[in-house]
């Protein structure tokens, strides 16, 4: 090695941030509403870093991540390290609200976009490079978290997002070429910045460029050996780690291992350790093997990784064990957990318990797998106990999966299919509708709240939220729109509602975990064989129904986004465990329709979220997830009429799959892309109805007539009117009810308007 740094042993790649209890989370919210200030903030932060860098520590772990803590997203963070935030917010003087009217907007200030990180649920900031953006390095968070750690005696490796990463996940702005161009600029800052820490006495520091995992960069591999050789050919420099995760490293490893780093991270719950063997430059690198999987929360198979280790020894300089990415993306502990059965409990790892498995598998590749015994032991316990379970194998879910794949049921063709509905449906040309929910009121927040404290019974709770499906109903009617929804108020989230009265998944009572900035989510756990012991949403659905004569939707989650949004079994692949799901939504669509429901939602926003990183993977995924909506929706008869919503407007590379799903109508997020969308779906064939956004729902302001007029008009350019739906963008939840009312009042008298011309 270049540097005197000694190779670390035992590591993770970065940890939760929210505090166990979401201290984090309140604090922010408190700090946003004026109600402490930024001294009582900043405090709050200092002990949750302490106590994850000191818990970390007594684990056993010999390096700790630091800088991976975050008052909003670590993305943003790394914009403010290398001065790339927007011109825009450059007035507001305070360092820590710039941060958030970046993050957030204020009433003068746009927020930046969000995006998903990767194939997470994570989001992240998209940083905007323009011709206006002069790089400049702003090293102070990530000093400030040096200088606590050294002083509370922390083995800290600091943690940055890579240079390529960054740039690549960037958008160019103001007529500026794309990010990547700016490259070799970027790299002079992260220069400097790695000297500034070497003189700071930092050992080891670690970039991560999980981009390389990817196909987004054809020029991955180059661009890879040209910033890495000139990093590593810094004379004052920490040792330098390249951390990858979420996928294999296949063609960029070469470059990488050609440059003088001293480290490179492996993601091998997603990849595989068989490429380094094939690399003889690793053999003076330490190779950090990813062996605990740091985004799903099953139980590391010990004995396994071991050997993987043991093999990786062989060719690399030293190993080290971590976790495959950082363990943001899982709850904290298990411990703060109960109402587990115990055989389950047994087969699962959160953060804490991957920390643990990371240090005993470091003392396994030390001392020798004897000094282990007992960790071994008790991960072969877990895993036979899992493999035997019955909850894994139900035989007739199995058995009826078979035979309706094998049956190839088909709906008559889409045409076919309008006809018939309309005959039974006779609604006006251009019918409005909204996607479902309506904003979530504080009294149905209240009730939530009796109700799970005990201060109101089941049956308290049942008639209040018939109150407020009465009162949407009673809103639509008034309005006139024409196709109604119950609003969705016994939902505190589309995926965990259908997980809590499924079997197979465990809802989590504080399995939270960051979606992005201050807001988390309760990922539910699919453990088992997926099966429907009562129907779950016809009780409500019926009840709305019976308040009008116009048709209310019955609204469905579909399997691909209930995949997306849970933690999901690895001991089969996708595609079985969401047919078994798609089994289940089928099932409800069936009583729904015996219940006299004409039309069904079947909402698949996270469609797009779980297409594989890599090209060759696409295709296969597609298939799967296309098929699962299919085996959901085609237990009803022709003249049911399938809905579908979709929560985006740049399809890329899912446009073909949505055609493929063949709803009857399909209601996309199109207000911001000016219609475009359509277009593109022109393009690949599609022929069924569609309702794109007239209006953003994500903005409380409320639009003109005159403005949906006009997207509408730009809609009919591309779809003829009998197959032109009209909605807004998305979900009514986040806006107030004036907002509400405002806006789709203006819609409503859009479309009598142009129904009439
Ligand atoms: N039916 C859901 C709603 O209206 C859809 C939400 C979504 O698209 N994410 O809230
Ligand atoms: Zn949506």
């Given at each position: 090695m270049s540097t005197t740094a000694s190779p670390f042993t035992a590591t993770i790649l970065g940890s939760p941030r929210i505090g166990p209890n979401r201290e984090l989370k309140r604090a922010v919210e408190k700090y946003w509403a004026g109600r402490i200030d930024r001294a009582e903030l900043d405090s709050v932060a200092a002990t949750l870093r302490r106590d994850t860098w000191s818990s970390l520590v007594a684990a056993g772990l010999d390096s700790v991540p630091v800088n991976t803590f975050s008052y909003y997203d670590q993305v943003l963070d790394t914009a403010v390290l290398v001065g790339a935030l927007p011109v825009r917010v450059a007035g507001v003087a305070d360092d820590l609200d710039r941060y958030f009217a970046a993050a957030r907007g204020n009433d003068e200030i746009a927020p930046l976009e969000m995006t998903k990180w990767f194939d997470t649920n994570y989001h992240y900031i998209v940083p905007e490079i323009g011709p206006g953006t002069a790089f400049e390095l702003n090293p102070a968070k990530v000093l400030g978290e040096v200088e606590e750690a050294a002083a509370q005696g922390v083995p800290a490796r600091p943690v940055i997002i890579g240079p390529i990463t960054f740039l690549a996940l960037s958008k160019a702005v103001n007529g500026g070429t794309t990010p990547i161009g700016r490259l070799d600029e970027l790299v002079a800052v992260y220069a400097e910045l790695l000297e500034l820490l070497a003189d700071k006495g930092v050992p080891w520091v670690q970039l991560d460029e999980p981009i390389l995992v990817t196909d987004i960069l054809p020029d991955a591999p180059e661009l890879t050996e040209r910033t890495y050789a000139r990093l590593g050919a810094l004379t004052t420099r920490p040792a330098l780690f390249v951390a990858t995760y979420f996928g294999e490293l296949t063609d960029a490893l070469p470059a990488l291992a050609r440059t003088p780093i001293e480290a490179i991270g492996f993601d091998l719950s997603a990849g595989d350790s068989a490429p380094v063997a094939a690399v003889p430059e690793l053999a003076d690198k330490l190779l950090v093997a990813g062996v605990v999987d740091g985004r799903n929360i099953w139980r590391t198979d010990l004995d396994a990784a071991l050997g993987k280790l043991v093999g990786m020894l062989e060719s690399a300089g030293a190993v080290a064990v971590s976790t495959s990415c950082s363990t943001l993306h899982v709850p904290y502990t298990l411990e703060a957990e109960d109402g587990i059965d115990a055989a389950l409990r047994s087969w699962l790892a959160f953060g804490a318990e991957k920390v643990r498995e990371v240090a005993a598998l470091a003392r396994g590749l030390k001392n020798g797998r004897e000094a282990i015994a007992a960790e071994i032991a008790a991960s072969d316990a877990a895993i036979a106990s899992r493999t035997a379970?019955?909850?894994?194998?139900n035989g007739q879910i199995r058995a009826r999966i078979s035979s309706l794949l094998a049956s190839g049921a088909k709906r008559a063709p889409a045409d076919e299919r309008r006809v018939v509905q309309q005959d039974r449906l006779k609604l006006p040309a251009l019918p409005t509708t909204t996607i479902g929910s309506y904003p979530q009121t504080s009294a149905i927040r209240v009730a939530r709240a009796d109700l799970r404290s005990g201060k109101i019974d089941a049956a308290e709770y049942e008639r209040r939220m018939k109150a407020e499906i009465a009162g949407v109903i009673a809103l639509q009617e008034q309005l006139g729109l024409d196709v109604l929804v119950h609003?969705?108020?016994?939902?505190?989230d589309m995926v965990q509602y259908f997980a809590e009265q499924l079997d197979g998944f465990f809802a989590t009572q504080n399995g939270w975990v960051q979606s992005y900035g201050s807001r988390c989510v309760r990922p539910p756990i699919l453990y088992g064989d997926v099966a429907r012991p009562n129907p779950m949403t016809v009780e409500w659905i019926t009840f709305a129904q019976s308040l009008t004569d116009k048709p209310v939707k019955g609204m469905l989650t579909g399997p691909v986004t209930i995949l997306a949004w849970s933690f999901v079994r690895d001991d089969q692949p996708l595609a079985q465990t969401a047919a078994q799901v798609a089994l289940a939504i089928r099932d409800e669509m069936v009583d729904l329709q015996s219940a006299g429901i004409a039309i069904i939602q079947v909402d698949e926003p996270a469609l797009r979220e779980l297409?594989?990183?890599?090209s060759k993977d696409k295709e296969a995924y597609l298939r799967w997830a296309v098929e699962a909506f299919r085996l959901s929706t085609s237990?009803?008869?022709?003249s049911t009429q399938i809905h579908t919503h979709l929560?985006?407007?740049?399809?890329?590379?899912v446009i073909g799959a949505i055609a493929d799903l063949d709803a009857d109508v399909t209601s996309i997020e199109a207000a911001r892309s000016h219609m475009e969308v359509l277009a593109d779906l022109n393009d690949v064939g599609f022929a069924n109805s569609v309702g794109p956004g007239v209006y953003d729902i994500h903005s409380p302001r409320v639009p003109g007539v005159d403005e949906i007029t006009t997207s509408l008009r730009e809609a009919l350019e591309s779809v003829p009117a009998e197959r032109l739906w009209v909605n807004p963008d998305c979900g009514l939840k986040t806006r107030t009810t004036p907002e509400v009312m405002a806006s789709l009042r203006h819609m409503v008298a859009a479309a009598a308007a142009l129904r009439s011309s």
């Open positions: 379970d019955p909850r894994l194998d609003g969705e108020p016994e939902r505190n297409l594989p990183l890599r237990g009803v008869a022709d929560c985006y407007s740049e399809f890329g590379e």
